[in-house]
């Protein structure tokens, strides 16, 4: 082997090994962002303290606490995918969103986006005023089919009257959740996963458990109306933001609804806020 293929073998091996550090560095960095403010964090510290405990009973000769921790490693990778499920399937969603693969989003006009808003911000304003419970879900790049099967079949165009009819009470379609696909009602009275976080408070009912459980499993947008206090909550992520205004909830629905990269989309991130005129 001459000196150059030498250089240039060693050369290679460094790119690969820095090519290799770099995008494993990536990946613990995006997962560390995915599960920050989550109950994922808990988790992973319970973990480390497992971790800690097994390598603390092995040096002192804790013939029985190891053995048991040795078993509980045996099926730990089972039990991480019980447990972090919510948070896997998140990661693969979000690799599916992203640009390994294509996404395929509804074009909707400017004005399109706009009047959504509107009417979506109208029938929120309209129950919330009546005490009348509501919970409307706005799909995004993560499809709900699952969950639009569950209800009943409306495919109609989005309107203040239509959503806030399908909330009034004793009505066959006012207990569960709409679902808002594009510019269309795509059905109501779907049944929505229930969130199992341990940090909501006891004074948030099932409307607001199946926001949030909704958005722990999706990119959604999910809008309640309390029914007890007409109380106004936006939840995103997992997280659920109360008290609500028209013009904060207007807000955040448009700074979510917005355009990206020059096409116009209903269901894609930007940070802009659209209003009238």
Known sequence: MSF??????????????????????YII?????????????QL????????????????????ALNWILEQFWAVIFVALAVVFQPELRRTLEQLGRGQFLPVHSSSLTTGDIVHIIDEITGAIVSCAKTKTGALIIVE???GLNDYIETGVAIDAAVSEELLTNIFVVNT?????????????VAAAACFLPLSDNPYISLSLGTRHRAAIGISE???CLALVVSEETGVISFAQDGKLVRHLDEKQLRE??????????????????????????
Request: aromatic share 6%; hydrophobic share 45%; with cysteine.
């Open 4 to 25: 150059f293929t030498s250089v240039n073998w060693t050369v290679g091996k460094v790119i690969a090994s820095v090519c290799d550090i770099a995008i494993l560095s």
């Open 29 to 41: 960095y995006r997962l560390l962002i995915l599960i920050r403010g989550t109950r994922a964090v």
């Open 44 to 63: 992973i510290k319970g973990l480390l303290f497992l971790l800690i405990l097994a390598t603390v009973s092995d040096w002192l000769g804790l013939r």
């Open 140 to 142: 995004r790049d993560t």
């Open 172 to 184: 066959p379609l006012h207990d569960g959740a709409a679902i808002i696909r594009g510019d269309r």
């Open 217 to 219: 499993v999706s990119d």
């Open 252 to 277: 955040m629905l448009s700074m979510q609804l917005t355009m990206e990269g020059g096409k116009e989309t209903i269901w894609q991130k930007g940070k802009g806020v659209l209003r009238r005129g």
